[in-house]
Nanobody, 125 residues
Framework: QVQLRESGGRLVQAGDSLRLSCVAS????????MGWFRQAPGKERDFVAA????????KYGDAVKGRFTISRDNAKRTVTLQMNSLQSEDTAVYYC??????????????????WGQGTQVTVSS
């Protein structure tokens, strides 16, 4: 069983940068693909970014390509999401997710087994 806890969400201004962190406890973190998803009010949960077990493969949603970067530190059992050039459209609750899967860095939320509680990111224009 894996428990995930996100942190770092807050109110920022458009154009600012923000870093989200997700710490995992339980399970064998280094064997899991990790993903970030987000959900805005009244909208579906969208894929943001994902990384394979060793960080060798990373994937990004079209809306964040070139602005967001996902990375992981297996020794610290942490995955981070560096978000630059934030826009009001990035306002959402951001969720960290984990899965032990043959598919490296999956982009579908349905694949992930474990989820954090989420952290709110609000971008003011």
């Amino acid at each position: 069983q894996v428990q995930l806890r996100e942190s770092g969400g807050r109110l920022v201004q458009a154009g600012d940068s923000l870093r989200l962190s997700c710490v995992a406890s339980g399970g064998t973190f280094s064997t899991y693909s990790m993903g970030w998803f987000r959900q805005a009010p009244g909208k579906e949960r969208d894929f943001v970014a994902a990384t394979s077990w060793n960080g060798g493969i990373t994937k990004y949603g079209d809306a964040v390509k070139g602005r967001f970067t996902i990375s992981r530190d297996n020794a610290k059992r942490t995955v981070t999401l560096q978000m630059n050039s934030l826009q009001s459209e990035d306002t959402a609750v951001y969720y960290c997710a984990a899965v032990s899967s043959r598919v490296a860095a999956p982009v579908s939320a349905n694949v992930y087994n474990y989820w954090g509680q989420g952290t709110q990111v609000t971008v003011s224009s």
